[in-house]
């Protein structure tokens, strides 16, 4: 199928056209996906994922179907106990009891707390976010829980067990999508919900240790540091962290209509209490997740320069934001397989020479190397930035659909939905990145329901994972069950 760029032609197109030397000098590089491109321009594809996700969650709520089906037999709020002791990683398995029993490989389960004991009436989990604080010598970790309703406060207790500390409703109504992160001590938190804006949170509240004994529910007034307004609708898809310049970047803000076209929205938060509107980068149109560093990487003339690598839908776009008030694209990259380009991380902050992207629709859509359903993680070497290149993949042993990830000390964590925690070991990347070198180091399957059919690749299971503790405590947020805590237990 031939790329084509007509139809609607909409404000972000004719600033692709002028300030980055056009549109069709991107797209027309003949990489093919399944759909046009005025599908992803109008937001169609990207309706179609998240109805995929909604109905989904119903289908959770209702616990009618069958596995052999497709569809998940669990409801939420049925046989899922808490577990609040180490429970080791033996002959393949972790857990207590029926219903409760994950397989296994390499990490070990310190504490399983279900949303329900998290605070959430709604019992439907999705990203995740850490915090740690030190001082005087003791160091603290905090887990930041999003749910459909709210975000839920955890301290991860040096046993591995959690206590719950309260949470911080939703600012409007609830939603499927809610996302964090942290710069400093403050919390930035945004939503699909509409009305609900940016909350700005004061994560030095944690610190109080009275609330393990009572967990407090912050008001969503008296207890927000600041709330950023400015967004067209209060919607934003991710919120993205740029700590260096003080800067929370919403992304995927609909609507696509929108002046800023859901690109990246800049909110200055050198003053929590005063979120400010900083502009915004609309030329390739919606973005969907993003990471926005400072560059230090091989491409020497962007030595020093803020780059964002922007996951957005149909490519891989790469944008110099160092002035945001003329924040400029260097390449957009589509790729073989592309059909939804969802989410990123640099393999190596420091040397950003590759990085690794998951494409959340290859696996459903059987598009490219994931035409068995099994789990496909991009690899790019982006020494060139305007010229990144797809250098290989890895395919993950298991069925399922991936969703966030991250890279830590070598090893990739992969929230991979209904195949769980899936840790690989990319150390030989530098070596060769073709990927042929990579390997399953350790996973957590926290979705039992599909087992015996060897996966499925549907929404459910683990949404996101925080893998950045210094304890080594890595925390998995779960759409339908909740909340736990784990620890590798391999080499690195
Ligand atoms: C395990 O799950 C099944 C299916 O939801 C349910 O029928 C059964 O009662 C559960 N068992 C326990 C011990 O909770
Ligand atoms: C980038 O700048 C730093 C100093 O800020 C320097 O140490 C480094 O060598 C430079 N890298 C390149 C590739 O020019
Ligand atoms: C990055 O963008 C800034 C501001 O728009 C511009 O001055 C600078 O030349 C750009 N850097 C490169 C290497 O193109
Ligand atoms: C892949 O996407 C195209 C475009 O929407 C659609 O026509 C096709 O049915 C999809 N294939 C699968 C297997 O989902």
């Not at 000098?25 to 990207?46: I, K, Q």
């Not at 990490?107 to 959430?120: K, Q, R, V």
């Amino acid at each position: 199928m031939r790329i084509q760029v007509a139809g609607v032609v909409s404000f972000a197109v004719l600033v692709a056209a002028t300030s980055a030397g056009g549109r069709d000098e991107f797209l027309n590089r003949g990489e093919e996906t399944p759909f046009l491109h005025d599908d992803y321009r109008s937001g169609r594809v990207h309706e179609r994922l998240m109805n995929k996700m909604i109905a989904a969650v119903a289908r959770m709520r209702v616990n009618v179907g069958d596995a052999s089906n497709g569809a998940p037999k669990w409801e939420p709020a049925v046989g899922i106990t808490p577990i609040a002791k180490f429970t080791p990683c033996i002959d393949g398995y972790a857990g207590t009891e029926v219903n409760n029993t994950y397989a296994c490989r390499n990490l070990d389960l310190y504490s399983f707390t279900p949303h329900g004991e998290l605070g959430s009436d709604d019992k439907i989990g999705n990203d995740i976010w850490g915090w740690t604080h030190t001082s005087g010598g003791v160091t603290r970790e905090f887990g930041l829980v999003a749910q459909m309703d709210g975000t839920a406060f955890v301290e991860v207790l040096p046993s591995g067990r959690i206590g719950y500390l309260g949470r911080l409703p939703t600012q409007s109504v609830s939603s499927l999508w809610r996302d964090i992160k942290v710069i400093g001590n403050h919390a930035y938190i945004g939503s699909e919900a509409e009305g609900h804006g940016i909350q700005v949170f004061d994560l030095l509240k944690l610190l109080d240790v009275s609330l393990i004994a009572s967990p407090k529910t912050f008001s969503i007034h008296s207890d927000l540091t600041g709330l950023y307004n400015g967004l067209p609708v209060g919607r934003s898809h991710n919120v993205v962290a740029h700590a260096a310049r003080n800067l929370i970047v919403a992304v995927g803000s609909n609507p696509r209509t929108d002046i800023c076209a859901s690109g990246l929205i800049f909110i200055d938060v050198s003053d929590p209490s005063e979120p400010t509107s900083a502009g915004c980068a609309a030329a390739d149109g919606y973005v969907h997740d993003a990471q926005c560093l400072v560059y230090y990487g091989p491409d020497a003339k962007y030595n020093g320069t803020d780059i964002c690598y922007g996951y957005n839908e149909k490519s891989l776009t790469i944008y110099n934001v160092t002035d945001l008030a003329d924040p400029r694209i260097i390449s957009i990259t589509p790729y073989y397989g592309v059909s939804y380009a969802h989410q990123g991380w640099v393999v190596d902050e420091k040397d950003q020479r590759y990085l690794l992207l998951n494409d959340e629709d290859d696996e459903v859509n059987r598009s490219g190397w994931a035409a068995d359903q099994k789990t496909v993680t991009y690899i790019w070497d982006i020494s060139n930035l305007a010229h990144p290149v797809l250098t290989g993949h890895y395919k993950s042993p298991a069925v399922a659909i991936d969703h966030n990830l991250y890279i830590h000390d070598g090893l990739c964590y992969e929230s991979n939905y209904n195949s769980g925690l899936r840790i690989v070991d990319i150390s030989s990347i530098n070596e060769d990145p073709t990927g042929a070198g990579f390997f399953e180091a350790a996973f957590f399957d926290v979705h039992p329901e599909d087992d015996d059919i060897n996966g499925i690749a549907e929404y459910g299971g683990s949404w996101s994972v925080y893998p950045f503790f210094e304890s080594g405590y890595v925390l998995v947020n779960t759409m339908e069950r909740g909340l736990f805590v784990l620890k590798y237990t391999g080499s690195v």
